[in-house]
């Protein structure tokens, strides 16, 4: 079973990601900021990160530069209510930018993407 | 009867006579009867020394009145009267003596047969007066007693004969000072100058009773006569000897000039004539001529008249002088008076004129005052400015007044334009020597005062003024003609006064600085008002950051929990039954959730702008790459697309802001065309006076905007569309102003709409002149034509 990091700081966010990527058959962690998030890539070993931007204690980018330095090849996926920074989310190495949307296809279709063998 | 008592009584009765108040006449001729009497001598006679002291005539006689016929005279040492006033010496001859016969001829007549003649001298210590003569039939001597007695008796009658020449002399003198009180009394009335010097020539030849008086007064410069004024007819023959007086006058004290003429009839006329001196350079004379007798004769005139002449003679020369003078002194006056008006209108429209720095209000004034009545009072004034770039002089301003115009005070006039203007618009001169005296008086910068126009004066302008006599003044300012003033009477004929033309040149000057002043001033007030306009766009874009930061801010929030909303609800939704009713409810959730999220996205792509990247771009490029979005669109439309790109220098700018424009604008059209159309593109390069702009036009077929929602179409929230919250042209418009651009819409109703995106080619002066580049919305240039 594939397993997935979901880090954000909204709760509901998090119990939405889960709920709805536990149902296509994904193993979900959760963090609630960066440092969080590093905790658990550290111990367990994931298959996709989903990293929301703004959060306390370690913003995303942070927490993104960081697992990208250590797991080059580990896919980080940004998810983020900011869609004005799409277009610089290369620069951050990131493999993916997600804005946020209450329809959560989009989410579904790049975890698949990312996670189809 | 005692000697001694006698005499006393003789005396007595002698001084009672000689300070008795009968006539002098009567008193000698007691005097010399009673000493006859006294002495008991049969003839006593006094003979009276005459004014040219060389003739004794015998005036008084103890035998009674003289008669005329018996006049006897002896000349100064003939007989022994003369012998005796020229020696003033006791004389006494006797009848036997040698020669006394011959020599006192005419007393034999008196008194025939006489012995004795015993002449006295009758003097004071002064003057001799006279001789008292006494004469006997018997020969007889004198006795010291005698002697003593006729001595008294001459120096009685010395003092008599004394006293009647000083009463004489005093009654002339009185009659002479009461005439000259006259004549003065009539040259210090405040009457004409030519009635009073008629009153003045009459006077004169009633005081010397002379037939008639003339005056005459010439300029010595020009020869023109300045006065001429004559009582009594002028003999011929005296009139060319006038003018020669002043030169010919014999040079005595006074100077006079006298003689006389004999007329054709052979009458002789007398002529007394006195030169009269001036200060200035007048010169002219006072004559007299024909003194008449008592008994009607003309008669010389003697030394008497001469010096009375001249006396009257410098009365006039007095009176007239002063009397020029005071003309002098009125005219001053009067020019004064006239230069007191004009400096106070002056002074009135040159305070009106600090009252503006509106070019309009200040030519208002100028011209109020230049053609109000207690202004300069012009008939017509009209105001023609230098246009530097087109080297001419133009029209600006005029105006007239008509007869019938009623003017209020100045000062409330002033603040009033005039009534009728004059249309000088279409006034051109150009500024060259050729051009007439407008152009003239800018080029060499002085005053024209033309007296009679001269063909080719005011050539270019002979269509719009016409004017017999004209002045124009120059306007300078800082050694630069900015205009001219041109005035005329002609409407009135009146002409020009000098004192006019004086002040309107001082005006000219103070309308040249207050029209520049203005000028400037305007200059400024525009420079501030662009100032103003950047920095109240400064102003709102900061007021933009900080609300777009705030909005950005709040819609961020807000998507989080949207997202959990419309996430769990679609989580619900797949739990719930279909025929559940449950599930609509859920389905709503998810709509306005949906709904919700795309108008947040939309906010956030309008006030998302301060985040921007500006490179530099080529525009075609933008351009190619956004039809790419919206090719499938287009297709799918059937919306054929031309493009007529022209190769652009590249831009300064933010090229995902600009794809945004264009895409915003391509959707538009896409839209307006929903049966399909073309879409064409067009570029090209446009000039301007601020630089290089590029400029992109988009163009569709879908027949155009309503006009009644033309004006609204950049107005953010407004849209002709169901769906969408009509931000996109607001959003392109907003981008494009801050790259200091314009968008411009020109629609044609029935055909389309073409929209024109301008952008500054040239990168780093779209900061310093941010004001200009920039199109706020009420700036932006929407033309409304169309069929």
Redesign the interface.
């Known amino acids: 079973m594939k397993k997935i990091l979901v880090a954000d700081d909204?709760m509901?966010?998090r119990?939405?990601y889960s709920?709805?990527l536990k149902e296509e058959g994904y193993e979900v962690y959760t963090a609630s900021n960066g440092k969080e998030a590093l905790e658990i890539v550290e111990k367990v070993p994931l298959d996709l990160v989903i990293l929301d931007i703004?959060m306390p204690v370690m913003d995303g980018i942070e927490a993104l530069r960081q697992i990208k330095e250590r797991y080059p090849h580990l896919p980080v996926v940004l998810s983020t209510?900011?869609?004005?920074y799409k277009?610089d989310f290369a620069t951050w190495a990131s493999d993916e930018y997600l804005v946020?949307?209450?329809?959560?296809e989009d989410l579904r279709a790049t975890v698949k993407r990312y996670l189809k063998d | 009867m005692d000697m001694g008592s006698d005499r006393t009584a003789f005396l007595t009765q002698m001084v009672e006579i000689s300070t008795s108040t009968i006539s002098f006449g009567e008193r000698l001729g007691n005097l010399v009867h009673l000493l006859a009497r006294h002495l008991r001598i049969d003839l006593a006679l006094y003979f009276g020394l005459d004014k040219s002291k060389e003739v004794l005539t015998l005036q008084v006689s103890s035998q009674g009145p003289v008669p005329v016929s018996g006049r006897l005279e002896f000349r100064l040492g003939q007989g022994v009267v003369g012998e005796a006033a020229a020696t003033r010496q006791i004389r006494l001859a006797y009848r036997y003596q040698e020669g006394v016969l011959a020599a006192n001829a005419g007393l034999e007549k008196l008194l025939p047969e006489y012995q004795t003649l015993a002449a006295f001298p009758v003097a004071d210590d002064n003057f001799l007066y006279g001789v008292l003569l006494l004469a006997d039939h018997r020969e007889r001597t004198f006795s010291v007693a005698e002697r003593q007695t006729i001595h008294l008796v001459t120096l009685m009658l010395a003092s008599t004969v004394r006293q009647a020449l000083l009463q004489e002399d005093s009654k002339k003198r009185i009659a002479e000072l009461s005439v000259l009180f006259e004549v003065g009394k009539a040259l210090s009335a405040t009457m004409e100058l030519d009635e009073l010097l008629e009153r003045v020539v009459s006077t004169t030849a009633k005081v010397i009773t002379a037939r008639g008086a003339a005056l005459h007064i010439v300029d010595r410069v020009t020869g023109q006569t300045k006065v001429s004024s004559q009582y009594g007819q002028v003999p011929p023959q005296i009139c060319p000897i006038m003018p020669a007086a002043p030169v010919a006058a014999a040079p005595m004290e006074p100077p006079f000039l006298q003689g006389q003429t004999r007329d054709a009839e052979g009458r002789t006329h007398y002529y007394l004539i006195v030169p009269l001196t001036f200060k200035g350079q007048l010169e002219g004379s006072l004559c007299v001529f024909d003194k008449i007798s008592p008994e009607g004769e003309f008669q010389p005139f003697d030394p008497e008249n001469r010096q009375l002449l001249f006396t009257m003679a410098g009365l006039i020369v007095n009176a007239l002088e002063n009397a020029l003078t005071y003309q002098q002194v009125e005219s001053l006056a009067e020019r004064n008076e006239r230069m007191v008006h004009n400096l106070t209108a002056l002074q009135e429209i040159s305070r009106a004129l600090l009252t503006t720095v509106q070019r309009e209000r200040l030519l208002e004034i100028l011209l109020q005052g230049l053609i109000h009545p207690q202004g300069l009072g012009f008939d017509r004034a009209v105001v023609l400015m230098v246009d530097e770039p087109s080297q001419t002089l133009q029209g600006v301003k005029g105006a007239q007044r008509l007869p019938e115009d009623q003017f209020p005070p100045l000062s409330e006039a002033l603040t009033q334009p005039p009534v009728h203007s004059l249309a000088v618009s279409d006034w051109q001169i150009p500024l060259r020597p050729d051009c007439g005296s407008l152009a003239l008086a800018v080029l060499q910068q002085r005053s024209f005062h033309v007296h009679h126009r001269e063909p080719g004066t005011l050539a270019p302008l002979s269509q719009h003024f016409t004017a017999q006599e004209f002045f124009i003044a120059p306007m300078v300012v800082k050694d630069r003609a900015t205009g001219v003033i041109l005035v005329d009477n002609q409407a009135s004929g009146r002409p020009l006064e000098p004192e006019p033309l004086h002040v309107l040149q001082m005006l000219a000057t103070q309308a040249a600085l207050v029209l520049e002043n203005a000028r400037l001033y305007s200059t400024i007030e525009a420079n501030n008002r662009e100032l103003m306009l950047i920095r109240e766009r400064m102003l709102e874009s900061d007021r933009l950051a900080a609300l777009s930061s705030l909005a950005s801010g709040m819609a961020h929030e807000i998507r989080n929990p949207l997202v959990s909303i419309g996430g769990f609800a679609r989580r619900i939704g797949k739990l719930v039954d279909k025929d559940s009713p449950l599930r609509g409810y859920v389905e709503v959730i998810q709509e306005e959730v949906s709904r919700l999220e795309k108008l947040l996205k939309e906010i956030l792509d309008f006030t998302g702008e301060n985040l921007s990247y500006f490179g530099d771009h080529d525009l075609d490029q933008i351009l190619e790459d956004t039809l790419i979005l919206v090719q499938r669109d287009l297709d799918a439309h059937n919306i054929k697309v031309v493009k007529e790109l022209a190769p652009l220098p590249r831009l300064h700018c933010d090229d995902r802001q600009l794809k945004q424009v264009f895409y915003n604008l391509f959707t538009n059209a896409r839209q307006a065309m929903s049966q399909g159309g073309t879409l064409t593109v067009r570029t090209y390069t446009v000039e301007r006076e601020d630089g290089l702009y590029a400029a992109a036009e988009v163009s569709d077929t879908g027949g155009g905007i309503p006009l009644e929602v033309l004006h609204n179409i950049f107005n953010p929230f407004f849209s002709t569309k169901d769906y969408g919250t009509g931000l996109g042209l607001s959003i392109a418009q907003r981008i494009v102003s801050r790259h200091y651009g314009q968008i411009e819409v020109k629609n044609e109703l029935g055909k389309g709409v073409t929209f024109i995106v301008t952008l500054p080619i040239a990168k780093y002066c779209l900061v310093k002149d941010a004001g200009r580049g920039a199109a706020p919305a009420g700036a932006l240039h929407v033309p409304t034509g169309g069929r």
């Open positions: 909204e509901a966010i119990l939405l709920e709805e703004k209510a900011y869609g004005e277009q946020k949307s209450s329809d959560l």
